[in-house]
């Protein structure tokens, strides 16, 4: 596990984040994704503190593990990546307008996010041995 420094903060904030195209529509080939992929890093780039670890998907969704720091909500990260994406594929693939004409977005209103975190039970047991063993350094591994 990698835990990241900020300047009043340690954290390890992952999810794993499922979007949805709007209608279910199968609008993802490899090129489109592979177009995807690059606008992700450039998000990343303007907003280095959001980290796309991981990135797949199928022909109507994308899995993302996204590391969002606790300075930021993860509804507002989620609507950044939306936007960006968004608008940036109907401006490169023309059929992608057509599919979704009179609106602005590729993507559902909603999303589907869970953490991923620590072994919880590695921190029960770090918590019930709190005062016995060490001060605790050896828990996590720091960035």
């Not at 984040?17 to 709007?22: A, D, E, P, R």
């Not at 969002?68 to 936007?83: F, N």
Request: one cysteine or more; hydrophobic letters at 35%.
């Amino acid at each position: 596990m990698q835990l990241i420094r900020l300047a009043h903060c340690v954290y390890h904030c992952e999810y794993h984040v499922v979007l949805v195209t709007k209608y279910r529509r199968e609008i993802f080939t490899e090129g489109i994704f592979a177009y995807m992929r690059e606008r992700m890093v450039e998000v990343t780039e303007y907003y280095p503190q959001i980290k796309i670890r991981e990135v797949n998907h199928d022909k109507d969704h994308l899995h993302m593990l996204v590391s969002i720091p606790p300075t930021m909500g993860v509804g507002k990260v989620i609507g950044i990546i939306k936007a960006n994406t968004a608008r940036q594929i109907k401006q490169k693939f023309p059929f992608v307008k057509k599919v979704y004409w009179g609106t602005d977005s590729v993507w559902s209103e909603g999303y589907f996010v869970t953490t991923v975190g620590a072994n919880e039970k590695q921190i029960r047991k770090y918590i019930e041995e709190q005062g016995k063993k060490d001060l605790g350094q050896t828990l996590f591994e720091t960035d």
